[in-house]
């Protein structure tokens, strides 16, 4: 019994053997266009580390055949599959350097932008130096390649790209207001405001900088950014929060200003919060009051008043 399993299993063991060695034969064999063949279809069934394997056969072994350009390229895509944006940065690089007539140059150019973006680190937090060069490469495509059906997704890239950068300089600035220190605030706020107006983060850094003059008591400068904001961004979520903002601004810059006995300032001020926010019936009425007795000053009451300061 012994024997005839032998007999039987052996001639078994032999043809998986052949063809095991076969298999490994038979792709050396390959001439460039099978082996190709072969590298995307073992990339459409995400084999991809056989698909590797023959796409760096026919890089390496047929470099002056016609489809060494897209067996470049299938490479680095195939890497960039895998989430290795290193070297799948590498290989595209090379497909521009080694092949720029290609075809496949444009989209090449793209995705290794989109590497420099994905191999950045996702929280806004961390080192986001890549970000820039990204940056830059998404722009040198929609200069490179304006008609490109690609530039929807470059243009998009790169809004997520300064949005993260713009959101870095965006917290650097609330941590600041946090602390009271507003005047640091404002420098981020306003490089958010300058560089990313392209982002939402330039419609909130330009409403927090405005509240940095409001908790500074800069009752006018205050005033005229949150009507700034309202102008720029009428639809903006924090756009009632700005009109209420602003209109308790002016008024309480007036009772500043009244309390101070400068009523030149004060009546410049409340007219201000009649014009813009006299809504408030019972504001108004606050108002007419101050303004009344204003008016009943005698004649240099003020400058009696502040005499010696």
Not at 47 to 57: M, R
Not at 133 to 141: K, L, P, S, V, Y
Not at 150 to 167: F, G, I
Not at 253 to 268: I, N
Request: charged share 25%.
């Amino acid at each position: 019994m012994t024997a005839l399993l032998i007999r039987i299993l052996l001639p078994l063991v032999l043809i998986v053997g052949v063809l095991g060695c076969g298999g490994r034969v038979s792709m050396a064999a390959l001439d460039a266009r099978e082996l190709f063949e072969l590298g995307m279809e073992k990339y459409e069934n995400r084999k991809q580390l056989d698909a590797i394997e023959a796409f760096q056969t026919v890089i390496f072994n047929f470099p002056g055949e016609s489809m060494v350009d897209t067996a470049q390229y299938y490479l680095a895509m195939t890497y960039f599959d895998r989430h290795d944006y290193v070297l799948a940065k590498v290989e595209f690089n090379r497909l521009l350097l080694n092949y720029p007539a290609s075809s496949f140059a444009p989209q090449a150019q793209l995705m290794r932008a989109v590497c420099f973006y994905k191999g950045t680190p996702e929280h806004y937090g961390l080192d986001q130096t890549d970000l820039y060069t990204a940056i830059q490469q998404f722009n040198d495509f929609l200069i490179d390649y304006p008609e490109s059906d690609a530039t929807e997704d470059a243009q998009a890239y790169m809004v997520e790209a300064r949005s993260r950068l713009a959101r870095k300089l965006f917290e650097s600035g609330i941590v600041y207001t946090r602390i009271a220190d507003y005047r640091a605030a404002r420098v981020y706020f306003q490089q958010v405001i300058d560089n990313y107006t392209d982002t939402d983060y330039a419609a909130n850094a330009t409403f927090e900088m405005a509240d940095t003059y409001f908790h500074s008591h800069d009752w006018d400068e205050a005033h005229e950014r949150f009507e700034n904001f309202r102008t720029v961004y009428p639809n903006h979520e924090r756009a009632d929060e700005a009109a209420r903002l602003s209109c308790e601004a002016v008024y309480k810059g007036g009772v500043e200003a009244y309390d101070a006995s400068d009523f030149t300032l004060a009546r410049s001020r409340f007219e201000r919060y009649q014009i813009v926010c006299g809504q408030d019936e019972k504001e108004n009425r606050k108002i007419d009051e101050y303004l009344q007795s204003m008016d009943d000053q005698p004649i240099g009451e003020v400058d009696t008043a502040n005499a010696g300061s």
